[in-house]
């Protein structure tokens, strides 16, 4: 059957989320398939049971070694301890709408290396997928970054492509964040790695297009890997760029993340990896992703939210169990997001393009600005706000003068009084004139002549008699 573009992305969504599940998982979860999907059942079920009725057609495409950890047979015929190329198959790490990856080790003898290997999935459906595969490889080849998933190397084996790539082992970023228990500042410095990585790829003309927490991985050391350039798009061949791969592909894989103009087909740049950054900054800040969707919600109603729904601040939106997995308070955790981190957040969700951020770098910058306490590009450029900025950026400063300000109005107050003394006990005696012959009534108040001569204490500190 012909899928359209719709079809086919929304296929892909939910293939993401059966292939996980073992054969008769499978089975009971397409007899649960929502009635708005019916018309993707005989290709969701083609594409996830074809044993079921092309037992002939789906032989080991290798011999398998049971020398390995044993597996389940994958939607490639591939199984645990099977050889491909120089590499033995150890198990299965996951598998998704195109393709699975499997942990793999160097067999041959040449060095020791565990990698994961990457298998493009062949079915009748989806046999545009080895140019998909051969465009990811060259993208992966001109990628070089301590962010982004190395590639070692690919190759072809019976007709069936790989590619071999450095095995991350971590978890998404999401769920590292939340197991960590990290504070605001901790997920964005890590937030900070993924807009390097992504800048990066920018720069070498290359847009990811797929950016989600399954494909940002954390490792135990705290440092993030940018996976998955399958449907990564090079934007220096956007003019020629009309191959079918394209026109299948340039719509959203995962919509979840995807922005307006992805969404419609329109053409893409960087800006929509603007945006799905911050779609992953929201989830990161607030625990909840802007649009509350429903789990089985269509194509149509994901492409309906994102295009005209106001997005709620995140300050306003947090999950209940997002302040206790941030070592937080609810309001604390509103208070430390509201201002600037909506400020940012909103930016980078803009729905017009040229809204947003201009680059990865200017939402980096932005972050950086936020850090030291400085006004933020983000927000308008308000005397009152750039002016309480500066106050809480030098508050240490100011209280530092404010307690000197404080000290010499202390001082000139004492010393006026000690001069105001002075005067009121010299006068009398060094008045020229005796007193007035007016008698005063007793007790009276003393009133100082007009002209009068107030002498004070003054010591020479200079050391020389002659000052």
């Not at 074809?50 to 037992?55: N, Q, S, T, V």
């Not at 800006?271 to 990161?284: A, K, N, P, R």
Request: some cysteine; hydrophobic content about 40%; charged content about 25%.
């Amino acid at each position: 059957m012909g899928l359209s573009i719709r079809q086919m992305a929304m296929m892909s969504r939910l293939l993401d989320e059966a292939l996980p599940l073992d054969a008769n998982a499978r089975r009971a979860w397409l007899e649960r398939l929502p009635p708005e999907y019916q018309d993707l059942a005989q290709a969701l079920r083609d594409a996830l049971l074809p044993r079921d009725h092309e037992a002939a057609l789906h032989q080991p495409r290798f011999t398998p070694d049971f020398t390995g950890e044993e597996s389940p047979w994958s939607g490639c015929g591939l199984h645990g301890g099977a050889r491909v190329g120089p590499y033995q198959l150890i198990r299965l790490l996951g598998a998704g709408g195109m393709a699975e990856v499997w942990l793999a080790r160097r067999a041959d003898g040449a060095f020791k290396r565990e990698v994961a290997l990457k298998f493009p999935k062949h079915s009748g459906l989806r046999r545009d997928l080895q140019q998909r595969f051969v465009r990811e490889r060259d993208i992966l080849a001109s990628l070089e970054h301590p962010h982004i998933a190395r590639l070692y190397d690919a190759g072809t084996e019976d007709g069936l492509s790989y590619l071999s790539m450095e095995y991350v082992q971590g978890l998404p970023l999401t769920d590292w964040c939340d197991g960590q228990r990290l504070r605001i500042s901790a997920r964005l410095e890590l937030f900070l790695q993924v807009v390097g990585a992504v800048q990066y790829a920018h720069d070498q003309q290359v847009i990811h297009r797929d950016l989600k927490p399954s494909n940002i991985l954390v490792t135990e050391t705290g440092q993030v890997r940018l996976l998955d350039f399958g449907v990564a798009k090079l934007l220096e061949s956007e003019q020629a760029d009309h191959t079918q791969l394209t026109s299948i592909y340039g719509r959203a894989l995962t919509p979840d993340y995807a922005s307006p103009e992805l969404l419609r087909g329109d053409p893409v740049d960087a800006h929509t990896d603007i945006y799905s950054l911050g779609v992953l900054l929201y989830e990161l800040l607030a625990g909840a992703r802007p649009y509350r969707l429903e789990r089985a919600a269509t194509f149509g109603m994901i492409e309906h939210a994102v295009a005209t729904l106001e997005i709620c601040k995140p300050s306003m939106r947090l999950e209940p169990q997002a302040p206790a997995a941030r070592g937080s308070t609810q309001e604390e955790l509103t208070r430390q997001l509201r201002g600037d981190l909506d400020a940012i957040v909103l930016k980078a969700l803009a729905k017009e393009p040229a809204e947003r951020y201009p680059s990865a770098a200017a939402l980096a910058e932005d972050l950086h600005r936020y850090f030291r306490g400085e006004p933020i590009e983000a927000l308008p450029p308000h005397f009152t706000y750039r002016l309480r900025k500066l106050m809480l950026r030098n508050r240490t400063t100011l209280a530092v003068v404010a307690l000197a300000a404080i000290a010499i109005l202390a001082f000139g107050y004492a010393f006026r009084r000690e001069a105001t003394n002075s005067v009121e006990v010299s006068a009398p005696v060094r008045a020229a004139a005796p007193p007035a012959a007016t008698p005063r009534a007793t007790g009276a108040a003393f009133l100082p002549p007009a002209h009068s001569v107030a002498v004070l204490p003054f010591t020479n500190l200079s050391g020389d008699a002659k000052q």
